[in-house]
């Protein structure tokens, strides 16, 4: 079983900072890819940020530029840099390993105007 805890999610002022924390633990074998999604109330889930094996990443359009994900060993790190109201939402991290996609439970980004 895979655990994921998050942190470093809160509230902050329009064109601030926030780096997001995701440590893995557990039964982790070879790590296929790490990510970021992100839910705003009244919306999907969408992606944020992913970093494949092999250390390539992606990018949600919205974000390029002032996003940054990486990662260590089993964690994962999302750099929000320049954040927007429209940035508000609760994210969550995700592992996915031999074959399976775990999550966790979530942290709250709160943008002010």
């Known amino acids: 079983q895979v655990r994921l805890v998050e942190s470093g999610g809160g509230l902050v002022q329009f064109g601030g900072s926030l780096r997001l924390s995701c440590a893995a633990s557990?039964?982790?074998?070879?790590?296929?890819?790490m990510g970021w999604y992100r839910q705003a109330p009244g919306n999907q889930r969408e992606l944020v940020a992913r970093i494949i094996r092999g250390g390539s990443t992606d990018y949600a359009d919205s974000v390029k530029g002032r996003f940054t994900i990486s990662r260590d060993k089993n964690t994962v790190y999302l750099q929000m840099n320049s954040l927007k109201p429209e940035d508000t939402a609760v994210y969550y991290c995700?592992?996915?390993?031999?074959?399976?996609?775990?999550w966790g439970q979530g942290t709250q980004v709160t943008v002010s105007s």
């Open positions: 995700y592992i996915y390993s031999m074959g399976s996609r775990s």
């Open positions: 557990g039964s982790i074998f070879s790590i296929a890819e």
